[in-house]
């Protein structure tokens, strides 16, 4: 298995915790009602919000849906949490 670097594993527990973040303080709902509800995998999306996990584009964008945000507004928050040093995309 491959190790993963330093940024790598603070990009993963950033997002996880964002998407926690989200979760609990704007849907207000428990990680097996959100999941269950969006057609998640529940340990699936327990191991994303704990950052253990790389999340698939594919899955990024169902729980971008879940959340009702668009997945460009998650990434641009993700983005000013994470500071300068992780730049996705140039405006």
């Given at each position: 298995?491959q190790?993963?670097?330093e940024?790598?594993?603070k990009?993963?527990?950033?997002?996880?915790a964002?998407?926690?973040?989200?979760?609990?303080n704007?849907?207000k709902?428990?990680?097996n009602?959100?999941?269950?509800e969006?057609?998640?995998?529940?340990?699936n999306t327990s191991r994303v919000?704990?950052?253990?996990?790389d999340?698939?584009?594919v899955?990024l964008?169902?729980i971008s849906e879940a959340?009702?945000?668009?997945?460009s507004?998650l990434?641009?928050?993700l983005?000013?949490?994470?500071?300068?040093?992780?730049?996705?995309y140039?405006?």
């Amino acid at each position: 298995m491959q190790q993963k670097d330093e940024k790598t594993v603070k990009l993963a527990q950033t997002l996880g915790a964002k998407i926690k973040d989200l979760r609990q303080n704007e849907l207000k709902c428990s990680i097996n009602q959100f999941a269950h509800e969006y057609d998640l995998d529940v340990g699936n999306t327990s191991r994303v919000e704990k950052g253990s996990i790389d999340v698939k584009f594919v899955t990024l964008w169902k729980i971008s849906e879940a959340l009702h945000i668009k997945l460009s507004s998650l990434i641009a928050q993700l983005e000013e949490e994470l500071g300068s040093d992780f730049q996705f995309y140039d405006i």
